[in-house]
């Protein structure tokens, strides 16, 4: 039944929509798409909701989209997890006061944190239900926090917080349409099947107001959303009867607006002029806007050649932006956006596609004519090059052809077009100039015959009109113009003889009535009265100069500046042609070629370029570009460009035309929130704290972090910046919207990100805070540890190496009392012994001699012994108290023997510094053994001996005043070897200089260790 009255109903509307003539559509709005090939996960979108972060999440038919404006995070459902939607048919998307997004699905309720994307299943089964699944409905919340759902065939309410229900049962049979809406004033609407019903949570009853259900079946009325204006009226759209209102005195729905309109959703908003309309989801087309004071609908059709038109798919949820102005729809062929700050540009298709060269590679528009003569301001006038002269209605957007165009127009090839001050309309093209009157729509002159040679083209490519209303023309035979006054056509080659071969390009006149133009052979200027030709090149130029003569576009602005274009570069002279100021790459002219120059009412000048559309402000030099993505049919704009004297720029593409208010440009002056939509921690997804803060344990020291910039407006245009604390010494500018932080140090990170949008305004930067917490081995303590046990090994060693010293000198010290004790007095008692014997046999010589010799080698053993035991004592260490003491005792007692002179000169740096065993004992050696080859050999009356200490270097000399030597001529024998062998083994180096009658010195330079070095 409710299926037959549906399409009862979609046959009648559908009917009449097709039979009427077409409404006029003055809204002339451009939509961005957004499908699975843009990675929506379906292409049926049924809800739309803006988060606290301003991220859009979109429901559809299969799966729940969290869109950034670059990419969508899909969530689905996954029958092994809790942490998944409930189903994946997404009925309805709303926030409760906290922020939660609570999903409606057909099996069953969950809310979502939408920022570290923790869900929490409802649970609404009763012990008493027998229900498979629960089919959830669109729902939203009161200001007390109760959200109101229907499912299967109950109300809901459901506490945000507590998640506890209540339920009621609904008055009529569960039906797809149903949804619950909160308004202001804490009121409940709900639709039940396609009828309207208010419920008081006070009373906790349901009041039928209008509508078709099981119940009310003798009701045509089809009952949709409600939704408030801004003065707080209240709106119901219906399917086929238009609009109702709430009368709050008399509590009832009262007919608005009569329509045969499929309202299937709609919401309020303000056109580019202010005026107030409501986009309407529903109509043949799928989507329309209303003007609420024409009481109009207005339809959004769609043109397979323009990707920018509505995409014909039913639209059942709006969403206006209230923040960006961004306008979402939800229809059945995918997401849409209305985006005034992104498709900036109007976008047209007029032409019927009766015309035979509509479609062709030549139908380029080539030129706009707003007409003057038109009173009511709606007549423009559109050339296209091959294809002739379109009349324009602007308000209707259509092309009225009702006139004759004159024979071969159409095929002639229109290159310029300009209306005179008469009204009349100038044609330039492939056969001449062609006058045409608008208020007649006829061609009244066809000038062709000016041409002299009559065997090449007569292609008019600019036409100009001067101060005194003549009329110039550029052409491929060279320069005509036409004198009103003498309704004649003058050759300015036969003028001027040195202008032959010169073709010029454009053509301006200055305030003064000089004639300028542009050529391939520089910048000329022509004096009309006086017939004379003056060429601006480089060669005269007395400063700068032009990187070529070639230029193209030129132009006069209102301070009467000369602008130029060449291959690469725009300049802009003076009136002696001298260069002011020159742009190219380097400084923001972002082409390689302008096909025409113009100046709007606020002293901008646009360039059509071959890379797209340039906007110049002489003032700062500052360039802005616009090109697809504003809307532009193609970045290269080289066919029509005309600027109203209102402001309003034209641009001719193939078979389309943009146009755009140059004093009202949406530039998007918001900055954007900068935002993380992703992080990922060793392959593992996390998030941010409320505070931003975040703590990486050991081993997850691999970081990757994906921003957002909240800017839907051409959204790959936002750029990026961070900069990490003691890292990064300037911010890193950035596309690429994803950063990797790997193998970071222990501690606390802050990482600072800025982002901008479109149209380059930079956010303020946001700060992020990641604490590291590094490896045991790379914490304080951990180093405190190692250094502590350090200390323990230091001091184990070195108590180890004091007991082992201990040990050492002990056993020294009894080596030397035990030599002392038992070998010393042994060796005494020899000699005691020998001297006896000595004298009780004096007699015999032979064995007195023997006995001799026996004393003097137990003497000699004696004191030998003793410097062994001298040298081993550990007491005997230091310098100055010990070894300096015994070479001089042994000095003085070997000298004064011999009646030599022995001096003992020692630094004062020898008084605490001690000696190894081998240092001593070699040392000492050394002097022995250089004293007494002096005492023995030299015949010295003095001997010196002089010790030394000056930083780590001791240095011994033992010089004496004796007969000397010569060392070249000198024997070597054991003396002099043991000499160095023995310096060798405690690290020194013996220096010996003798002369002969100069005396002997011997010097020994050694390196004690720091260690025995007491006295620094």
Not at 192 to 214: M, Q, S
Not at 708 to 732: I, T
Not at 907 to 925: C, G, I, P, V
Request: aromatic residues 14%; proline residues 2%; contains cysteine.
């Amino acid at each position: 039944m409710i299926r037959s009255v549906r399409n009862i109903f979609l046959f009648i509307i559908i009917s009449f929509l097709l039979y009427q003539k077409a409404n006029a559509q003055r809204f002339n709005f451009s939509f961005e798409q957004f499908t699975t090939d843009n990675g929506l996960s379906h292409e049926s979108v049924i809800c739309l909701t803006k988060d606290q972060d301003g991220f859009l999440w979109i429901g559809t038919a299969n799966g729940l989209n969290r869109f950034d404006g670059i990419s969508f995070k899909i969530l689905r459902n996954n029958p092994n997890s809790e942490q998944s939607i409930s189903g994946n048919y997404i009925a309805g998307t709303t926030l409760d006061k906290k922020g939660y997004l609570w999903i409606a699905t057909n099996n069953g309720l969950c809310r979502l944190n939408t920022r570290t994307l923790k869900i929490d299943r409802i649970d609404l089964k009763d012990s008493s239900d027998n229900y498979s699944r629960y089919d959830v409905m669109y729902g939203e919340f009161d200001n007390n926090g109760i959200g109101w759902f229907i499912a299967n065939e109950y109300l809901y309410a459901v506490n945000q917080e507590t998640f506890k229900w209540k339920r009621y049962p609904l008055p009529a049979t569960r039906f797809h349409g149903n949804s619950s809406q909160v308004d202001s004033k804490n009121r409940v609407w709900l639709s039940i099947g396609r009828a309207k019903y208010l419920f008081d949570p006070k009373t906790e009853k349901f009041r039928y107001l209008i509508g078709f259900d099981w119940s009310h079946r003798n009701s045509d009325i089809l009952c949709g959303s409600v939704k408030e204006d801004a003065n707080g009226q209240l709106w119901m759209a219906t399917w086929a009867h238009g609009f109702y209102v709430w009368n709050e005195s008399k509590q009832e729905l009262e007919k608005k607006e009569t329509a045969p309109e499929s309202l299937t959703a709609f919401e309020f908003d303000k056109d580019e002029q202010g005026k107030s309309f409501m986009w309407c989801g529903g109509g043949a087309y799928g989507l329309m806007a209303y003007d609420t004071s024409e009481k109009k609908f207005f339809y959004f059709k769609n043109d397979p050649r323009d990707k920018y038109t509505h995409n014909l798919g039913q639209t059942v949820f709006v969403l206006r932006d209230t923040i960006s102005g961004i306008v979402w729809l939800g229809t059945e062929n995918g997401l849409e956006k209305y985006d005034p700050h992104a498709i900036r540009f109007h976008r047209y298709r007029i032409w019927q596609d009766k015309n035979e060269y509509t479609n062709s590679q030549y139908f380029f528009t080539s030129g706009f004519v707003y007409d003057k003569t038109d009173t009511t301001g709606n007549t423009w006038w559109v050339s296209v090059w091959i294809g002739g002269l379109y009349k324009w209605n602007r308000s209707k957007l259509t092309v009225d052809d009702n006139y004759v165009q004159a024979k071969g127009i159409k095929e002639a090839g229109i290159f310029s077009m300009l209306q005179a001050k008469d009204g009349m309309i100038w044609i330039g093209h492939g056969q001449g100039v062609q006058v045409f009157d608008p208020r007649t729509n006829k061609f009244i002159r066809h000038f062709v015959d000016f041409f002299p040679d009559k065997k090449e083209r007569f292609n008019v490519t600019f036409i100009s009109e001067d101060s005194k209303s003549n009329m110039w023309f550029s052409t491929y035979q060279g320069l005509f113009s036409y004198d009103r006054k003498g309704d004649s056509i003058i050759n300015w080659w036969n003028r001027i003889p040195s202008l032959q071969k010169i073709y010029p390009l454009n053509i301006r006149e200055d305030a003064e009535g000089y004639i300028w133009f542009s050529s391939g052979k520089g910048l000329g200027r022509i004096d009309p009265v006086k017939n004379e030709l003056i060429l601006f090149t480089n060669a005269v130029r007395k400063n700068k100069k032009l990187p070529d003569d070639e230029v193209g576009a030129l132009y006069i602005d209102r301070s009467q500046h000369i602008w130029l274009s060449g291959v690469g570069y725009l300049a802009k002279l003076d009136k002696q042609g001298e260069i002011l100021d020159l742009y190219n790459d380097k400084t923001g002219y972002n082409a390689s070629a302008a096909y025409a120059i113009a100046e709007d009412p606020y002293g901008f000048l646009w360039l059509s370029t071959d890379n797209k559309l340039h906007r110049l402000d002489p003032k700062t030099g500052h360039f802005d570009y616009f090109d697809k993505n504003d809307g532009l049919f193609n970045n290269k704009i080289a066919d029509g460009f005309y600027m109203s004297d209102e402001g309003e720029l034209f641009l001719g593409f193939n078979g389309a035309i943009n146009s755009i208010n140059t004093g009202n440009i949406a530039f998007n002056k918001k900055p954007p929130v900068v935002l993380v939509s992703r992080l990922n921690v060793k392959g593992q997804l996390r998030t941010f704290d409320e505070n931003n803060k975040i703590i990486i344990k050991p081993g997850e020291r691999d970081i990757v972090i994906e921003f957002s910039a909240m800017n839907y407006s051409q959204a790959l245009k936002n750029k990026f910046a961070f900069l990490l604390e003691g890292y990064d010494s300037a911010w890193r500018y950035t596309s690429d919207r994803t950063i990797s932080l790997m193998n970071m140090d222990g501690g606390t990170h802050r990482l600072h990100v800025k982002a901008s949008n479109n149209d380059g305004v930079w956010s303020k930067e946001t700060i992020y805070t990641i604490k590291v917490i590094p490896p045991f081995q790379q914490t304080i303590w951990f180093k405190l540890l190692f250094v502590l046990l350090a200390a323990i090994i230091f001091f184990i060693i070195y108590a180890y190496r004091v007991q082992h010293r201990k040990r050492l000198e002990k056993i020294r010290n009894r080596i030397a009392t035990d030599l002392h004790d038992d070998m010393g007095s042994t060796l005494s008692s020899i000699r005691i012994f020998s001297d006896v014997a000595k004298k009780q046999i004096e007699e015999k010589p032979e064995t007195v001699q023997l006995l001799d010799r026996i004393s003097n080698n137990a003497t000699s053993l004696s004191e030998n012994m003793q410097d062994i035991i001298w040298t081993i004592r550990n007491d005997n260490d230091t310098l100055e108290d010990d070894l300096v003491s015994r070479m001089r005792e042994f000095g003085l007692r070997v000298c004064d023997a011999k009646d030599i002179r022995f001096n003992t000169i020692v630094s004062q740096s020898f008084k605490a510094s001690r000696l190894t065993l081998d240092q001593r004992r070699n040392l000492y050696l050394i002097f022995k053994e250089s004293l007494n080859n002096a005492v023995k050999y030299a015949e010295a009356s003095q001997i010196d001996l002089h010790l030394n200490l000056k930083s780590r270097f001791l240095k011994m000399e033992i010089s004496d005043n004796g007969k000397g030597f010569d060392i070249d001529k000198i024997k070597r024998g054991n003396g002099l070897n043991n000499l160095e062998k023995r310096a060798k083994e405690i690290g020194g180096q013996i220096d010996i200089k003798s002369e002969p009658g100069k005396g002997t010195c011997i010097n020994l330079m050694m390196v004690l260790k720091k260690s025995l070095l007491t006295d620094k």
